[in-house]
Nanobody, 126 residues
Framework: VQLQASGGGLVQAGGSLRLSCASS????????MGWFRQAPGKEREFVAA????????YYADSVKGRFTISRDNAQNTVYLQMNNLKTDDTADYYCAAKEARKGWDHAGTRSTYDYWGQGTQVTVSS
């Protein structure tokens, strides 16, 4: 599975960005999709996850209420709408996929994801 993330950029605190991640696979709906981020000098951390049909979501506490993950299976694309951005949200953002048969229980666990896109950089200025 090839994943291509886009949509990053520079935004002021309080602003919004929408990240996209396009998949090369027509069987996109067989995958749980996740977003992770990595700030300079820090480990990659979980941001949000979405089940194969979009009926289950899971968010890190730090983004709950501000970020929304969604998907369009017809377009083989997952999105991350980021509102009310804070300087602490500055990081490289990565989309990831794992087969839904692996189960939803560890949707926030980085090591359970098999496929990763390249990062897209998000910089939030004060």
């Amino acid at each position: 599975v090839q994943l291509q993330a886009s949509g990053g950029g520079l935004v002021q605190a309080g602003g919004s960005l929408r990240l996209s991640c396009a998949s090369s696979r027509r069987t996109f709906n067989k995958y749980i999709m996740g977003w992770f981020r990595q700030a300079p000098g820090k480990e990659r951390e979980f941001v949000a996850a979405l089940s194969r049909y979009g009926d289950h979501t899971y968010y890190a506490d730090s983004v709950k209420g501000r970020f929304t993950i969604s998907r369009d299976n017809a377009q083989n694309t997952v999105y991350l709408q980021m509102n009310n951005l804070k300087t602490d949200d500055t990081a490289d953002y990565y989309c990831a996929a794992k087969e839904a048969r692996k189960g939803w229980d560890h949707a926030g666990t980085r090591s359970t994801y098999d496929y990763w896109g390249q990062g897209t950089q998000v910089t939030v200025s004060s």
